[in-house]
């Protein structure tokens, strides 16, 4: 079946630098996706959102580039911080019908930030 | 604002066990959702709701049921537990459908059930 999924299960990255965490996705009806941060012991947490009709948006640190030509889906985390160290999922929707009532997530890659 | 709440925590059955899980918010939120992660694996989808006295399948939904019976609350039942039921489930909520855009689905911390 269609799914989401991940390049990389896990990236270390120096405290500083820039991180990217890559999403490839298999739906091309999907017309939405987010990213979560998990750090361990928690449920997900919200970070960034896209539609379909953007190719990139940005929030406070992270910035999500779509390229729905190649089903690609990225977050770059500006200034790795310890605090970023965690699991991020990215996760897909495919926003009309019933289906828009649900996320498809991908398998998560762990980032652990090197001081 | 206590938003996601799930009790128990933590969980030990004996197979063939029954349990519920309990998931409330207090967000006034009218879609919930119960997932589960496994190791090395992304959430799945197991039943949701779309508002009170409404249910509906996710992805992996046999070997559980879910009750809707109030708005605040969205119970996860299993009625004859199984090993291959040892996970981390995870309650969510939300205002509306995931397709709006800046509707955030609020996750709880989690319950970790153990199947031996």
């Known amino acids: 079946g269609e799914s989401v999924g991940l390049h990389l299960p896990t990236l270390s990255v120096q405290e500083g630098d820039n991180s990217i965490i890559n999403c490839a996705y298999s739906?091309?009806?999907?017309?939405?996706f987010i990213w979560y941060k998990q750090e361990s012991g928690k449920g997900p947490q919200f970070i960034i959102d896209i539609r379909s009709n953007m190719d990139k948006r940005q929030g406070q640190r992270v910035t999500v580039l779509l390229n729905k030509t190649v089903k690609h889906l990225s977050l770059q985390i500006a200034a790795t911080q310890p605090g970023d160290s965690a699991v991020y999922f990215c996760?897909?929707?495919?926003?009309?019908?019933?289906?828009?009532?649900?996320?498809?997530f991908g398998g998560g890659t762990r980032v652990l930030v090197k001081p | 604002n206590a938003g996601v709440t799930q009790t128990p925590k933590f969980r030990v059955l004996k197979t063939g066990q029954s349990m519920t899980l309990l998931c409330a918010q207090d967000?006034?939120?009218?879609?919930m959702y119960w997932y589960r992660q496994d190791p090395g694996m992304g959430l799945r989808l197991i039943h949701y709701s779309v508002g009170e006295g409404t249910t509906a399948k996710g992805e992996v939904p046999d070997g559980y049921n879910v009750s809707r019976l109030k708005k605040q609350n969205f119970l996860l039942g299993l009625e004859s537990a199984a090993p291959s039921q040892t996970s981390v489930y995870f309650c969510?909520?939300?205002?509306?459908?995931?397709?709006?855009?800046?509707?955030?689905?609020?996750f709880g911390q989690g319950t970790r059930l153990t199947v031996v």
């Open positions: 969510a909520s939300s205002y509306t459908r995931v397709v709006q855009l800046n509707t955030e689905a609020f």
């Open positions: 967000m006034n939120h009218e879609y």
């Open positions: 739906n091309s009806a999907s017309d939405y």
């Open positions: 996760a897909e929707n495919m926003g009309t019908g019933a289906a828009g009532n649900k996320l498809t």
